[in-house]
């Protein structure tokens, strides 16, 4: 930031001092500051007919009196940790940083994860232990109930109530997560004799509902971390986790070949989530640093905001889980198979962009002053990182594609180059979303995810067939395109774009109307 310099005002002398040449700390007076801080003020001391009555006594014009210093930035306090009021501009992006250096790192030891298992584990156990993964994964996010945005979201502002607003989220995931884990466990192997593996080790039994039971604990810190403004602990993290799962991985292939896979996504929990709770509790969230100015958090508009969310988010989830069984029930397993490879190639630039519309709303929380700023530093991030990660997707898709085969680069390349161009106007849907949860408009993003899925699923199955599995691509383009239209002035409010005064930035809670 460069220095600014003004005027130190200076007392104002009398006239018996300037009979006398004595200061008198009875009379003297401070002039007013100059209010122009980025320019250099000239301030005479001395009103003009004392001057001309010292002129006339002395013959002599008096020198005006200028102090040169540097500013002392005031400091503020933003959400449970202290950073400076003008200095701190590290925190408006790093976090979007921080989580995006997450995912590529998960990602990437994932790749060499289950490239491992493979080789060293049957084909049959790698089967089972993916779906038991995929289940403890699935079953964790719906009973979280959206606790993440929440902390996410009012962490920034908690103060004091940091401390209890994690540990409500804990328990609730906790509590809600072991009926339902048990109740899994129990009913599957009735249901599928697919899933009878699972009531036939007992092993793997208790490891699943142990796992329900603090997976919610585990995906919760990352939220609180991100909250707590502490988002650049959250890849080391879990690069930590992924090293010790991998080495686990490979140690426990002789001793557990059957259940070695799922005790090694379970066994280091036992020794992240200790260590990190206490730097959550301990070190981020020390009573001392909670900024006293923070409203309190209440528990109605919690409820509400993660009722509303939860909403939005299943509807989101729905077209995710939907259009895959869509696309096996109209064509077939091998068009299923190319679609759900082309559709995970796809979701990286969806996931960056989340991870900049979490950083806008963490930081803008803790921060709702900077919010025009913070809109318009994380939409030109955003958009510059998801144009390079879509023109990747679109122009590599055949080489990409070939590595899974021949078929998949001249079957599914189309539908991957339209689902490389939806994420466009997907990240602006994504930045919205935060400005919605931000303003606490939750039916507003709830109707905006039903919208989108509606759209999506309605223009797939209209669309099937004619066009086969590229009908995904145009219905996910067009139904993204329509919604990000209609969400594009809520972008350009909170960007503050067209204000007269672009210093002032409403308060979360009415901008973006």
Same mark, same amino acid.
């Given at each position: 930031m460069t220095p600014v310099f003004e005027v130190k005002p200076e007392r104002t002398e009398s006239r018996d001092e300037l009979a006398s040449g004595q200061p008198d700390v009875n009379s003297g007076s401070l002039a007013p500051p100059s209010a122009d801080h980025h320019s250099l003020s000239w301030r005479r001391q001395r009103p003009d007919s004392e001057v001309e009555s010292l002129f006339a006594t002395t013959g002599e014009m008096p020198a005006l009196a200028v102090t040169l210093e540097l500013p002392s930035y005031p400091f503020r306090q933003d959400g449970p940790g202290i950073t400076h009021e003008y200095g701190?501009?590290?925190?408006?992006?790093?976090?979007?940083?921080?989580?995006?250096? /997450?995912?590529?790192?998960?990602?990437?030891?994932?790749?060499?994860?289950?490239?491992?298992a493979t080789h060293i584990?049957?084909?049959?156990?790698?089967?089972?232990?993916?779906?038991?993964?995929?289940? *403890?994964?699935? *079953?964790?996010a719906l009973t979280q109930l959206n606790v993440?945005?929440?902390?996410?979201?009012?962490? !920034?502002?908690?103060? /004091?109530?940091? =401390?209890? *607003?994690?540990?409500?989220g804990y328990a609730v995931s906790s509590l809600v997560a072991l009926p339902v884990a048990v109740g899994f466990v129990l009913v599957m192997p009735r249901?599928?004799?697919?899933?009878?593996?699972?009531?036939?080790?007992?092993?793997?039994?208790?490891?699943?509902?142990?796992?329900?039971?603090?997976?919610g604990v585990f995906a919760l810190e990352d939220a609180a971390l991100t909250g707590l403004r502490r988002a650049g602990v959250v890849p080391i993290e879990n690069t930590v986790y992924g090293v010790l799962k991998l080495t686990m991985l490979i140690f426990v292939a002789a001793l557990l070949p059957a259940a070695g896979i799922f005790a090694s996504w379970v066994a !280091?929990?036992?020794?992240?989530? !200790? %260590?990190?709770?206490?730097?959550?509790?301990?070190?981020?969230?020390?009573?001392?640093?909670?900024?006293?100015?923070?409203?309190?958090?209440?528990?109605?508009?919690? %409820? =509400?905001?993660?009722?509303?969310?939860?909403?939005?988010?299943?509807? /989101?989830?729905?077209?995710?889980?939907?259009?895959?069984?869509?696309?096996?029930?109209a064509l077939g397993a091998a068009a299923s198979g190319r679609f759900y490879i082309a559709w995970t190639i796809a979701a990286g630039p969806t996931m960056i962009a989340a991870n900049f519309g979490t950083s806008l709303m963490v930081d803008a929380a803790a921060a709702p002053h900077r919010l025009a700023e913070l809109t318009r530093g994380i939409a030109i991030r955003c958009t510059v990182t998801t144009l390079a990660c879509s023109a990747v997707v679109i122009l590599g898709a055949e080489p990409i594609l070939r590595i899974y085969g021949a078929k998949y680069a001249t079957q599914a390349a189309p539908l991957l180059m339209l689902l490389g161009l939806g994420a466009i106007p997907r990240a602006l849907i994504m930045l919205t979303w935060s400005l919605d949860r931000l303003a606490r408009r939750m039916r507003r993003a709830a109707l905006t995810q039903a919208l989108l899925t509606i759209l999506v699923l309605a223009g797939s199955r209209i669309l099937l067939g004619r066009y086969g599995i590229d009908a995904i691509g145009y219905a996910w383009l067009s139904? /993204?395109?329509?919604?990000?239209?209609? =969400?594009? !002035?809520?972008?350009?409010?909170?960007?503050?774009?067209?204000?007269?005064?672009p210093g002032r930035h409403r308060a979360p809670s009415r901008v973006a109307r």
């Amino acid at each position: 930031m460069t220095p600014v310099f003004e005027v130190k005002p200076e007392r104002t002398e009398s006239r018996d001092e300037l009979a006398s040449g004595q200061p008198d700390v009875n009379s003297g007076s401070l002039a007013p500051p100059s209010a122009d801080h980025h320019s250099l003020s000239w301030r005479r001391q001395r009103p003009d007919s004392e001057v001309e009555s010292l002129f006339a006594t002395t013959g002599e014009m008096p020198a005006l009196a200028v102090t040169l210093e540097l500013p002392s930035y005031p400091f503020r306090q933003d959400g449970p940790g202290i950073t400076h009021e003008y200095g701190a501009r590290r925190s408006g992006y790093s976090t979007a940083y921080a989580l995006i250096l /997450n995912t590529a790192g998960t990602t990437g030891l994932g790749f060499v994860y289950w490239a491992v298992a493979t080789h060293i584990y049957s084909a049959k156990t790698v089967g089972r232990s993916s779906a038991l993964v995929s289940a *403890l994964l699935l *079953l964790s996010a719906l009973t979280q109930l959206n606790v993440s945005s929440a902390l996410q979201r009012y962490l !920034p502002q908690a103060g /004091n109530s940091a =401390r209890r *607003l994690v540990g409500y989220g804990y328990a609730v995931s906790s509590l809600v997560a072991l009926p339902v884990a048990v109740g899994f466990v129990l009913v599957m192997p009735r249901l599928s004799s697919q899933w009878e593996f699972l009531s036939g080790s007992r092993l793997l039994t208790l490891l699943f509902v142990g796992a329900a039971l603090v997976w919610g604990v585990f995906a919760l810190e990352d939220a609180a971390l991100t909250g707590l403004r502490r988002a650049g602990v959250v890849p080391i993290e879990n690069t930590v986790y992924g090293v010790l799962k991998l080495t686990m991985l490979i140690f426990v292939a002789a001793l557990l070949p059957a259940a070695g896979i799922f005790a090694s996504w379970v066994a !280091p929990l036992v020794v992240v989530i !200790p %260590v990190v709770n206490f730097l959550i509790f301990r070190k981020f969230m020390r009573n001392g640093e909670a900024e006293q100015r923070q409203k309190p958090v209440r528990r109605r508009e919690i %409820v =509400r905001f993660t009722s509303a969310d939860y909403l939005a988010s299943l509807c /989101n989830q729905a077209y995710a889980s939907l259009l895959p069984l869509m696309v096996l029930s109209a064509l077939g397993a091998a068009a299923s198979g190319r679609f759900y490879i082309a559709w995970t190639i796809a979701a990286g630039p969806t996931m960056i962009a989340a991870n900049f519309g979490t950083s806008l709303m963490v930081d803008a929380a803790a921060a709702p002053h900077r919010l025009a700023e913070l809109t318009r530093g994380i939409a030109i991030r955003c958009t510059v990182t998801t144009l390079a990660c879509s023109a990747v997707v679109i122009l590599g898709a055949e080489p990409i594609l070939r590595i899974y085969g021949a078929k998949y680069a001249t079957q599914a390349a189309p539908l991957l180059m339209l689902l490389g161009l939806g994420a466009i106007p997907r990240a602006l849907i994504m930045l919205t979303w935060s400005l919605d949860r931000l303003a606490r408009r939750m039916r507003r993003a709830a109707l905006t995810q039903a919208l989108l899925t509606i759209l999506v699923l309605a223009g797939s199955r209209i669309l099937l067939g004619r066009y086969g599995i590229d009908a995904i691509g145009y219905a996910w383009l067009s139904a /993204n395109v329509v919604v990000a239209l209609l =969400r594009l !002035p809520t972008l350009i409010s909170a960007a503050g774009v067209g204000r007269r005064k672009p210093g002032r930035h409403r308060a979360p809670s009415r901008v973006a109307r």
